[in-house]
């Protein structure tokens, strides 16, 4: 199995753990990643914003590269982007070039400008959780777990983006995609109706107040309902969630949970090692709640 | 006003209607006058107030008389309103009324445009149209044909009893069809109906008994109707009977067999209480089914599954109304007209998934709450939550399911009101502080406002805002363990979190999961809601485009039982009107084969949508029922050879009528 993979800027940095899991677990299970070449920044939720039509140019000069990079190599033309922000921006600009003309119009202009085509209809942006459980099946990845996470207890934390306002591959209320995939691994899921609440966002940083308490809420039911570590799809989640603890323990409460990304919990069912997975990369250290369970 | 007729053609009549000044406001209706006088063939033309008054009526078959008046042409409004009028005033003249064309300037000119003049223009475009293609019509009969004397109504809910009590009481037999192992419907599940809060079953089960003891009246429970043959007046009903496994006319519903099945303990669930208690695979659905005779449940009885039981229910029966060996039947009957009264389904609420229903035990679907403060219900009217606990504080979730862009956009009519009711049966019942989360209250029936009043007079809470979840986490200790109804009340301006133990989805009401496949049985139509189509929402709601079949109640679309009941009524007077009538008269504007022409391709054959062209194997042409025949003209237009021909709609008639819009 090939896909073009675009990182995006937090797999580059903040969710370095996301991209050597993922990587990590694509090598397991035997998909090949090919780094759209030259990406750029996909504008996250604040260009759009501020300035639609530019956004989309910005995003749709991604989705020209890997369309063209697909062609060249002749690979499936399904782009991975595992951070959700790139994930619903690349896949929004999409919906914008087939639905709206005058955007079409604009952007074809500004990729002409540069000397790009437009990319071509049956483009798809796939998150990576919808890629391994839909492309590759949960009976194939259960016949490759090899050390089953039995007893580990996760809150499946999705977040916002992945599911609203495109729910591609899951329910926009009430995702189970990942509970699927968890289970597969050998986890537990508790039952978590926090699932696609949100995490602060930008808050954290610019509303600090609001941003902490929405982080703390998700921290402390996940404490409560008996979970180990939170388990999420999103490097703006694991941030917000795992990179703010002590500030949340000094307005609320100490709630000490680790917060893993669901490629490094796959990839340690699969056997591989906490190093490849960088689990040792989290703020909140992982391994007591890893510890003898597999 | 004679013209310059020039003698070749018929003579033609021309009258303008100036409706008022619905015609006349935008209309040069003088003007149009004198241009159709002008026009070849036109004997007289005149205009008229009113024409379809007595008086314009009368100058008409006046004219007729004695001028010796060939055709007809009158422009006024839409021939769905007066096309028979005219026709009537024609024959009285001592025309052949389809010697006459209408020409509707008024719902297609008058109303719809604004400039006078190129509304006029258009006016005389149509008026032109319409004395072109008058001359071609031909005489033309309208075909009688007799009726059935039988009715049948088919679902037995409040609106199916009513009719088919109406009908039976006018003296008809009536053949009342019901899927369910009883009838009684929806108003069966309640406990009290609003806003008199007078007792659901005492007012019904009468009602319900009536049915069962009608000497006119043939109840065929637990059975369905599979296929509708015929033409008004005169329909084959096919009606699956499904197996009870017990003989009905011995089994008195003594309830001995269920005493004596195996399973000692009730452990499935019970449809009728909507699942909150458990009943065994021989079950009565409650005390009062109508019938009152048991039904063996083959999905759980042990002898149906694997034929391995010591079937300790059929020993204990000494009527011996057991019968494992029952089979489905098929059984065909005629009726002249047909009732439908199949009623609603209950929106889901699990398809809102920020309620939580179906994963908090204590958020309930208000059928599930009927049952719950219903005295015969599955704790007798007492309100205990499933977790065991009484409840302190209890919210009402209103539109959930209606009046919402994802789900249902309707309102469903009744919510507003049940919630209402139940809001004081629950008060009354636990003495809990109870809220109603409203968009908007609508209680426009009589005395509805009235008990609105006296509920805000009991202390029930109104907050107004569509509520945005229904979660289990705690953000004070007040909340710890019980459900948070997140909020913004928009008359406070603010977001709220109220904490309550019990919540409950007023649930909207949408058309029948199977209306579709329904809708192709009996071959009516349905809206884009999915509800059964009336032939006109206001001048012919229980009537349907399919002549002869009526529909009544919520499968119409949402009502509360008075305007259920009422339209129950209006339908079975329809139907007793077409069956007493003796005969129907049939529009001749039908198609026929002409069979020198006819090549045999049976193209037309799977295009009628009325299964009006049969094919007649011996001869290799096709054959066209007269009577079934509605007159869509579909077969007309597609027929490769052009042998097909539509009464009203010949070629010349067509031809005609483009030759004057373009002249």
Known sequence: MNYLYYPGCSLKGTGRAYDESLKAVCRALGITLSEVPDWNCCGATAYMSVEETRAHALAARNLSLADAAA???????????????????????????????????????????????????????????????????????SAKVKSPLKGLKLAPYYGCQLVRPYAAFDDQAHPVTMDRLMAASGAECVDFPLKTRCCGGSLTGTVPDAGLRLAYIILKEAKKRGAHAVVTVCPLCQFNLDGYQDKIAAEFEEVAMPVL?????????????????????????????????? | MKSASNGSGPKIGFYICHCGTNIAGTIDVEAVREHAAKLPGVAVSKGYKYMCSDPGQEMIAQDIRAQGLERLVVAACSPNLHEETFRKAAAKGGLNPFFFQMVNIREHASWVHEDKAAATQKAEDQVRAAIHRVR??????????????????????????????????????????????????????????????????????????????????????????????????????????????????????????????????????????????????????????????????PKTCIQLKTGKCKMTCAAACDRKAIDFGQKEESKEVPVGAIILTTGFDAFDPKRHEYYGYGRYPNVYSALEVERLVNASGPTGGDVVLRDGRRPEAIGIIHCVGSRDEHTNKWCSRVCCMYSLKLAHLLKERTGAQVYNFYIDMRTPGKT??????????????????RVAE???????????????????????????????????????????????????????????????????????PVSTFADG???????????????????????????LALVDAGHVEMEPNT????????????????LCPYSAITFDEAKKKASINEILCKGCGVCAAACPSGSIRQNLFEDDEIFGEIEGVLS
């Open chain 1, 261 to 294: 990304y669901f490629t490094q919990v796959l990839g340690l069912a699969l056997g591989l090692s906490e190093r490849e997975l960088g689990i040792q990369r989290g703020i909140v250290p992982a391994e007591p709640a890893l510890a003898g369970r597999r």
């Open chain 2, 591 to 606: 198609s026929r084969v002409v069979e020198e022409e006819c090549s045999g391709c049976k193209s037309c054959v799977p």
């Open chain 1, 71 to 141: 062609a060249d190599k002749g690979l499936k033309r399904d782009i991975i982007a595992p951070c959700s922000a790139c994930y619903l921006v690349l896949a929004k600009t999409l919906h914008a070039l087939d639905e709206q003309i005058e955007t079409r119009v604009l952007v074809e202009r500004a990729l002409k400008a540069g000397g790009l085509d437009m990319p071509k209809a049956g483009l798809q942006v796939r998150h990576p959780l919808d890629v391994l459980v839909n492309d590759v099946g949960l009976a194939a990845i």
């Open chain 2, 448 to 465: 509805f406002e009235e008990f609105y009043d006296r509920l805000l007079k009991e202390g029930v809470q109104f907050v107004r805002g």
């Open chain 2, 549 to 575: 079949i009526f529909i009544a109640g919520a499968c119409q679309g949402p009502k509360d039982i008075p305007d259920t009941v009422a339209q129950a009524g209006a339908a079975a007077a329809e139907a």
């Open chain 2, 136 to 297: 071609f019509h031909k005489a033309l009969e309208k075909k009688r044909v007799p009726v059935h004397p039988d009715v049948m109504v088919v679902g037995g809910g409040i609106a199916g009893i009513h009719a088919a009590l109406t009908a039976a009481n006018a003296g008809k037999k009536v053949i009342l069809v019901e899927r369910e192992a009883t009838i009684g419907g929806h108003m069966a599940l309640f406990d009290k109906t609003f806003p008199t809060l007078d007792c659901s079953a005492c007012i019904l089960t009468p009602k319900m008994s009536a049915v069962k003891g009608h000497p006119n009246i043939t109840l065929w429970a637990y059975s369905e109707v599979t296929k509708v043959e015929g033409y008004v007046g005169n329909f084959k009903v096919t009606v699956k009977r499904k197996p009870r496994y017990v003989k009905e006319d011995l089994c008195v519903g003594c309830d001995a067999c269920i005493d004596a099945c195996v399973f000692k303990e009730a452990k499935f669930p019970d449809e009728f209480n909507q699942g909150l208690s458990k009943r065994k695979p021989v079950y009565l659905s409650f005390p009062q089914a109508t019938p009152k005779v048991v039904t063996i449940d």
């Open chain 2, 470 to 540: 229904v979660n289990d986490w705690a953000m004070t200790r007040e909340e710890e363990g019980r459900l948070v109804i997140r909020v913004e009340d928009t008359l406070a301006g603010f977001v709220r979190r109220i904490p309550v133990d019990m919540v409950v989805l007023s649930q909207g009401l949408e058309a029948r999961k199977d209306a579709l496949d329904v809708r192709r049985i009996f071959n009516i139509g349905c809206g884009s809601d999915g509800f059964f189509q009336e032939r006109h929402p206001k001048l012919a």
